[in-house]
């Protein structure tokens, strides 16, 4: 598994405009974009190409939270769910984070409604750090957003 940084937005779409992909794993927001053909790649995330040989298997999205955490969003393609890829991406990631970054801790946010994601991540290592309730839209239904979190390399309080 391998991780690219990527500015190419054809690329980024290619990806991020898979169908199923988007309805499974984008805000409201986001998916009345892409129905009205708006959508375009956020300049505030950097993206990351996650490739298995010479396959694109998804992207992972991050944008920094504070200077010592960054906020991750893994969006794998759909003919790899259930695979397993996606913990070889949570794996490449955190290794590239380590020698690319100074980050010491990954977050991640989806809505409670979102129960494979919050499993999954609990089985990656991440705790549940606080559920903020009724504080996002989702499906047009205000949901609680689990703030998920895991270290990445060790700290100590200042």
């Not at 409201?28 to 974009?33: A, E, R, S, T």
């Not at 979102?114 to 089985?123: D, F, H, P, W, Y």
Request: hydrophobic share 40%.
């Amino acid at each position: 598994m391998k991780l690219i940084p990527t500015t190419n937005t054809n690329l980024i779409k290619s990806i991020m405009l898979d169908e199923d992909l988007f309805y499974a794993s984008m805000m409201d927001i986001d998916i009345k974009n892409f129905e009205e053909g708006n959508w375009e790649p956020s300049p505030n995330f950097t993206y990351l190409l996650a490739k298995e040989g010479s396959d694109a298997v998804g992207l992972v999205r991050l944008h920094d939270f504070t200077p010592v955490a960054i906020d991750v969003h893994f969006s794998i393609l759909p003919k790899y769910w259930g695979t397993g890829v996606s913990n070889k991406v949570q794996k490449t990631l955190e290794h590239w984070l380590i020698d690319n970054t100074p980050y010491i801790k990954i977050i991640t946010q989806t809505p409670r409604a979102c129960e494979e994601v919050i499993k999954a991540q609990l089985r990656n290592g991440y705790q549940i750090d606080v559920a903020l309730p009724n504080t996002t839209l989702w499906r047009n239904k205000v949901e609680d957003l689990v703030i998920m979190s895991k270290y990445i390399r060790g700290f100590q309080h200042g």
